[in-house]
């Protein structure tokens, strides 16, 4: 059996380890998707394992708090408008801070959304679409929607 506690950014993991993961609590299953709460890159992440269609292994990756998990129906079905709503905050990266902090006090209280906090554990979203923190605070009405489609 793995130790849990000493993987890293990059490791492999076979399905089996996941399932011991998952049934001992040492896992969390994310695939409903959702708002990640907890750490951004710069403070360590928050490790999630995903499932890396080119090589055909489930991987062990880094998200950040304040970024949107999107379920894998709902990811598969709308694949190309999250590619666009990504594709915005690469002109707002200035804005970052600013934008997220406004938008998340102004919605936090009547928002019905799904918040994962995240603590020091490992998350499971294989076959999902994560969308980043600034086009997150964009677009969270519309990530909402298209998360609960399914």
Same mark, same amino acid.
Do not use: N, V
């Given at each position: 059996m793995i130790d849990y506690n000493k993987l890293n950014k990059g490791d492999f993991l076979g399905f089996d380890d996941i399932e011991i993961g998952l049934k001992n609590g040492l896992i969390e299953d994310i695939t409903n998707g959702g708002l990640l709460i907890g750490n951004n890159h710069e403070k360590g992440g928050i490790k999630v394992i995903i499932y890396d269609e080119d090589?055909? #292994?489930y991987l062990l990756t880094e998200f950040e708090g304040k970024e949107f998990v999107i379920n894998?129906?709902?990811s598969k079905k709308n694949l190309q408008r999250l590619l666009q709503i990504n #594709? #915005?905050?690469i002109q707002f990266y200035h804005e970052r801070n600013e934008i997220i902090n406004q938008?998340?006090?102004a919605n936090s209280k009547n928002q019905k959304k799904r918040i994962i906090n995240c603590e020091n554990k490992i998350y499971y979203a294989p076959y999902t679409f994560v969308v980043n923190v600034v086009s997150t605070a964009k677009c969270f009405d519309e990530?909402?929607?298209i998360n609960n489609q399914n």
């Open positions: 090589i055909g #292994k894998p129906e709902s #594709k #915005k905050s938008h998340y006090s990530l909402i929607r």
